[in-house]
């Protein structure tokens, strides 16, 4: 496979006349790990996404210095909140499941194949203050801290939360385990007065909302 031609005089040529998008993948990591250093990156990836949750350990191995594993790592979580931050006005009302699935489904489509949990806290009118998730696990588990669902809700100010996750298998129905968790959830958010108002399984083109289908409490 014929690779891009990476230099530094014609990777700063280009940024100048036509801006950061006209850079391919490998010219913009060189921008990060340097020219000597982005071949060894990429050599052998089959899919440069995994850069995107690769650890700091991992981008070491691959040939990033300590330091620039740590500030890509950085500038990937500050794009990815950006990106979120983006994807919804800061007055959008969850007006129901449907709406609330609209709004995660580009979130989960970041990392497919793996299973994720989000934290979405709402005023008193139902509008979003912030999507955050919470965790970020493999093909059929995330571990999800109930504390840091409700974390992210006091640190809002918020009336009430929303939770959701997704399924890889594209399959939303729940599972006991899902069940327990949401339960558990919702009963700490009325300990704190802080309503659990649903939670939402995304599967591949469809949903599963726990609150319509009873689910919520035992």
């Not at 014929?2 to 940024?15: G, K, P, Q, S």
């Amino acid at each position: 496979m014929m690779r891009d031609f990476c230099d530094v005089e014609t990777i700063r040529e280009r940024l100048s006349l036509y801006g950061w998008s006209s850079l391919s993948v490998r010219e913009l990591l060189a921008t990060v790990v340097g020219v000597a250093r982005v071949d060894g990156v990429l050599d052998g990836l089959s899919d440069e996404r995994w850069l995107l949750v690769a650890g700091i350990d991992e981008l070491v191995q691959r040939g990033f210095t300590r330091r620039q594993a740590e500030m890509f790592r950085a500038a990937v979580e500050l794009a990815l909140q950006l990106w979120q931050r983006a994807q919804y006005h800061e007055r959008y009302h969850v007006c129901s499941p449907k709406a609330a699935y609209e709004l995660l489904r580009p979130l989960v489509m970041e990392f497919p194949y793996q299973e994720q949990f989000f934290s979405v806290p709402l005023d008193s009118k139902n509008r979003i203050l912030c999507v955050r998730r919470v965790a970020l696990g493999t093909v059929n588990a995330a571990y999800v801290s109930a504390r840091e669902v409700y974390r992210i809700a006091i640190q809002h100010s918020a009336s009430c939360i929303l939770t959701a996750h997704n399924h890889p298998s594209g399959d939303p129905r729940p599972s006991p385990e899902d069940i327990a968790l949401v339960r558990g959830i919702t009963i700490i958010g009325e300990t704190l007065d802080i309503p659990h108002l649903d939670h939402i399984i995304l599967g591949d083109g469809v949903f599963t909302s726990l609150r319509e289908e009873g689910r919520m409490r035992g």
